[in-house]
């Protein structure tokens, strides 16, 4: 069967980190979150990670160069079989260096998927953001944990993430607006963007990712 390579887009707060969860389950992909992979870099301390810290708790993209390398040594090291990304690409430079990556490979893309949602849904949705050091989300209001503060999974305690203080919300989504929605025409005018309506039920977006891979899957053996 052919190998799935995706891309997840979206504004911070869609869904795509409660999305790739389901998906990598699905497919069994290598799945290179750049987001948790520049977090846990912070958390050890690495010279990529203190130079991350002040961009991404500010709201704003770490640099491409540092960004770049990593996630396509990534790709090389664990994605041969097919790879999900999410959150990578965010720029332009970081589409056109997967893009190369990708023909250097002699891989293609399979699809971009935008789980797109509004501003409000999304200071709504983050603000009430709950995760575990594993990655496990949860929302206050929409999705609570059975335990306050404890992982339904793990039993690790829940944290709020540094960035979702409203203003850095803001801030995140402004920067999504300038750098990284102009990625939306990059892909469409490529014919790889599918669409997703983010404001749906979880379980409904996903369904809907699923039936269009099925759908890609089913034209590429025609
Ligand atoms: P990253 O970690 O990727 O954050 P983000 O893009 O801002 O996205 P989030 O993880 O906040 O949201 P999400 O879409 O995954 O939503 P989630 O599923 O959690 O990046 C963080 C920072 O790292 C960036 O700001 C930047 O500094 C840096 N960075 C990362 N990539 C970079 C790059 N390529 N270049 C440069 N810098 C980069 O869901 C959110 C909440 O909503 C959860 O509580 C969830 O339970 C709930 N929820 C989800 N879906 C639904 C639904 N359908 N209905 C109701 N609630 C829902
Ligand atoms: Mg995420």
């Known amino acids: 069967m052919a190998e799935l390579n995706l891309i997840l887009l979206g504004p911070p707060g869609a869904g795509k980190g409660t999305q ?13 979150g750049t987001g948790d992979l520049l977090r846990e870099h912070k958390e050890s301390k690495t010279e990529l990670g203190q130079r991350a810290q002040e961009y991404m708790d500010n709201g704003d993209l770490v640099p491409d160069d540092l960004v770049i390398s990593m996630i396509i040594d990534k790709i090389e090291e664990e994605g041969e079989d097919g790879f999900l990304l999410d959150g990578f690409p965010r720029t332009v430079g970081q589409a056109d260096a997967l893009t190369e990556e990708l023909e250097k490979l002699g891989r293609r893309l399979t699809a971009a998927l935008l789980v797109d949602a509004p501003d409000e849904v999304v200071l709504q949705r983050l603000s009430g953001r709950r995760q575990c050091s594993n990655g496990h989300l949860y929302h206050v209001e929409f999705d609570p944990p059975k ?21 850095t919300i803001r801030k995140r989504l402004a920067t999504y607006h300038k750098q990284t929605e102009p990625l939306r025409d990059y892909y469409e005018e490529r014919g790889y963007l599918r669409r997703f309506d983010g404001t749906r039920d979880k379980t409904e977006v996903h369904d809907h990712i699923r039936a269009t891979l099925a759908t890609l899957r089913l034209e590429e053996r025609l």
């Open 20 to 32: 790739a969860a389901r998906l990598r389950e699905d497919f069994g992909l290598a799945y290179i």
């Open 147 to 167: 335990h306050e503060d404890v992982c339904d999974q793990d039993g690790k305690p829940l944290f709020r993430r540094k960035d979702d203080e409203p203003d």
